[in-house]
């Protein structure tokens, strides 16, 4: 046996697999909630079609000003992260979605 592994006890191991399963547990769940928040906005975008309604503008109106200046779109997107706390990536898509 490897020095390394030798120098743990059965219970370690134990607990080790406890770990591991416990961390895929979490991670199946977060993968189940995304899924669910999915289907719930794709039924609320539905509900809204149907009703003919417009989705508010997630952008405040300093972003909105932002992208409406040619070569602001960073700017905008710095800002909008600011503002409300989203990764680059989810700011980048509302910017480009809600601004043009």
């Not at 609320?44 to 932002?66: G, I």
């Amino acid at each position: 046996m490897h020095p390394l592994l030798a120098a743990f006890d059965p219970s370690s191991y134990v607990a080790l697999g406890l770990l591991v399963c416990l961390f895929a547990g979490m991670i199946s769940m977060e993968k189940r909630q995304r899924l669910a928040q999915r289907r719930i906005e794709r039924k609320l975008d539905a509900l809204m079609k149907q009703l003919n309604l417009e989705p508010p503008n997630p952008l405040s109106p300093e972003v909105q000003k932002l992208t409406r200046e040619p070569g602001q779109k960073i700017a905008a997107i710095k800002l909008h992260r600011e503002q409300t706390g989203l990764s680059l990536v989810e700011a980048k898509t509302e910017v480009e979605e809600c601004g043009g």
